[in-house]
């Protein structure tokens, strides 16, 4: 009887872009390591909404933020887990690499890309799948609380917030960080390591 490969969960919102370098990074590990990345959505504006001492430019930035992660999660409910990863890039590339708007014509370029419909883009102005948007969320927040942003793995039956990295390791360097991660993540009592952040997201 052949074993299951393993599966990494990894919770992202398209606009944060240490989730993406993080999303870049699994994805380079899980090429050179035997394992596999389910995606899910969660979701900074509803992580932050009733915080009231943020920057202003970072309630802008929640403000834009809505109407990705409501298409995201219309598009899985309706089309299935499988397109939240073609879609995310799609989303990514564009909100990060070619510092595009995060706006209904980016929206619609982006699934159009993923082999989506362009009528999902309708979803970021609704809160229609809002319910399913918390309950994806908190599948995720609720195991690393609310002290963190994204990303978020769970991996072993452990979940905690990062890696945060930049640039994102390629090759054999991102599989040594996996190992890493399960390291920590094999460590019974295992919480946090930390340092502050001393270079800006470098996309190269």
């Given at each position: 009887m052949?074993e299951s490969?393993p599966?990494?969960d990894?919770w992202?919102d398209p606009v944060?872009?240490?989730?993406?370098?993080?999303?870049?990074?699994?994805?380079?590990?899980?090429e050179?390591?035997d394992?596999?990345?389910?995606?899910?959505?969660?979701s900074?504006?509803?992580l932050?909404a009733d915080?009231?001492?943020?920057?202003?430019?970072?309630?802008?930035?929640?403000?834009?933020?809505?109407?990705?992660?409501?298409?995201?999660?219309?598009?899985?409910?309706?089309?299935?887990n499988d397109?939240?990863?073609?879609l995310?890039?799609?989303?990514?590339?564009?909100?990060?690499?070619?510092d595009?708007?995060k706006?209904?014509a980016?929206i619609?370029?982006?699934?159009d890309?993923?082999?989506?419909?362009?009528s999902?883009?309708?979803?970021?102005?609704?809160?229609a799948?809002?319910e399913?948007?918390?309950?994806?969320?908190?599948?995720?927040m609720?195991?690393?609380?609310?002290?963190?942003?994204?990303?978020v793995?769970s991996?072993?039956?452990?979940?905690?917030f990062?890696?945060?990295?930049?640039?994102?390791p390629?090759?054999e360097?991102?599989?040594?960080?996996?190992d890493?991660?399960?390291?920590?993540?094999?460590?019974?009592g295992?919480?946090e390591l930390?340092?502050?952040?001393?270079?800006?997201?470098?996309f190269?």
């Open positions: 052949t490969r599966t990494a990894f992202f944060c872009p240490w989730a993406w370098m993080a999303s870049r990074w699994i994805l380079n590990a899980s050179v390591r394992f596999d990345v389910r995606w899910h959505v969660m900074l504006a509803y932050n915080k009231e001492d943020l920057p202003e430019s970072y309630r802008d930035l929640l403000q834009q933020a809505w109407g990705p992660v409501r298409v995201a999660i219309a598009a899985e409910q309706q089309h299935g397109v939240l990863l073609p995310y890039t799609a989303l990514g590339n564009r909100f990060h690499l070619e595009k708007p706006d209904r980016t619609v370029e982006a699934l890309e993923a082999g989506l419909e362009a999902l883009a309708d979803a970021a102005d609704t809160d799948f809002d399913a948007l918390k309950a994806s969320h908190h599948a995720g609720d195991q690393v609380g609310y002290e963190v942003g994204t990303p793995i991996v072993e039956g452990v979940a905690f990062g890696p945060v990295v930049s640039p994102a390629k090759g360097a991102a599989g040594v960080l996996w890493g991660v399960l390291a920590v993540a094999g460590t019974d295992f919480f930390k340092r502050s952040r001393t270079r800006s997201p470098n190269d």
